[in-house]
């Protein structure tokens, strides 16, 4: 489980080696120092939350971040932010990402990123996140994410303490009761400069779906806007985008009742009116089993 602690930072960005404050997840493995190990903690109902940190490779030789997880959401991703004509984007990175001899690599708001996708609880202020991280030459090294309070900008200092040796991880509990993978709902994280969604498609197999949508700012605060409208569309299968609003069930949460009436490859875009004159306008694919 999370454990509850209270706990003690920009774009993924490559800068000569420095020695910053000690923080109470710092780690060492090998020639890697990682500190500032820390997360935000999630809107009600949100199911995605960014984890950020920093990699000091203090060794002669480049190493490589390939991927990450934790036991507490379903997938987590390594991602990247960009500006692609005039649109901030977000996309993972399947290679990694890799840390020169002697420089340090920070993940943090607004840039680079680890992304936990389909967390199995809220993530609170004082939560410590078990996560591992596996490198190419290093291999599994275990670090926790302090949860600090929402919309953060970084983590709090404290005093540099001796880590012990990570605790054995409890064991899982039970599954659940046995749940059709068609039944399961399809869950995507929508990014744009000015706001995200976390978007989930239950059930996740063709035919009538609710599309659930919890909207977020670029702080990860709950973003409150005019309208949203939802468009479907199957261009793969010739099935014509259709576009449906959106019913205002909570300051930041839509839900809309739509058909996707073949399984396969699907397009979603949502259209957010944050106000009269400011719109934002993501699409992402889905897929329906």
Same mark, same amino acid.
């Given at each position: 489980m999370?454990?509850?602690?209270?706990?003690?930072?920009?774009?993924?960005?490559?800068?000569?080696?420095?020695?910053?404050?000690?923080?109470?997840?710092?780690?060492?493995?090998?020639? @890697?120092?990682?500190?500032?190990?820390?997360?935000?903690?999630?809107?009600?109902?949100?199911?995605?939350?960014?984890?950020?940190?920093?990699?000091?490779?203090?060794?002669?030789?480049?190493?490589r971040l390939k991927t990450a997880s934790t036991a507490h959401?379903?997938?987590?991703e390594i991602h990247e932010m960009a500006v692609n004509g005039g649109v901030m984007t977000m996309r993972p990175l399947v290679d990694g990402l890799v840390i020169a001899p002697g420089q340090s690599l920070?993940?943090?708001p607004g840039g680079g990123h680890l992304m936990f996708i389909g967390l199995d609880a809220p993530l609170r202020v004082g939560d410590q996140v078990p996560v591992t991280l596996s490198f190419e030459h290093a291999g599994e090294v275990k670090v926790t994410l302090d949860v600090q309070a929402i919309g953060a900008q970084a983590p709090e200092k404290t005093e540099r303490t001796e880590i012990a040796p990570p605790a054995p991880r409890p064991e899982p509990a039970a599954p659940p009761a046995m749940v059709s993978e068609a039944d399961e709902s399809f869950f995507t994280h929508l990014h744009a400069e000015k706001a995200m969604a976390n978007v989930t498609v239950s059930p996740g197999r063709?035919?009538?779906v609710e599309i659930a949508i919890q909207l977020e700012d670029a702080n990860e605060l709950p973003l409150s806007a005019d309208a949203v409208a939802v468009t479907l569309g199957n261009p793969e299968h010739g099935v014509a985008p259709?576009?449906?609003?959106?019913?205002?069930?909570?300051?930041?949460?839509?839900?809309?009742?739509?058909?996707?009436?073949?399984?396969?490859?699907?397009? @979603?875009?949502?259209?957010?009116?944050?106000?009269?004159?400011?719109?934002?306008?993501?699409?992402?694919p889905i897929l329906l089993r």
């Open positions: 999370i454990s509850s602690k209270r706990a003690f930072a920009g774009a993924v960005a490559l800068t000569c080696l420095v020695w910053p404050p000690a923080f109470a997840a710092d780690r060492t493995s090998g020639d @890697l120092v990682i500190t500032r190990a820390w997360s935000r903690a999630t809107p009600g109902g949100a199911k995605v939350a960014g984890g950020y940190l920093t990699i000091e490779n203090r060794g002669a030789a480049p190493e959401a379903l997938r987590t920070s993940l943090a063709a035919g009538p259709v576009t449906a609003n959106a019913e205002r069930i909570g300051n930041d949460q839509w839900r809309v009742r739509m058909s996707a009436p073949l399984s396969g490859r699907w397009s @979603l875009g949502l259209d957010i009116r944050i106000t009269p004159s400011d719109a934002v306008n993501v699409v992402s």
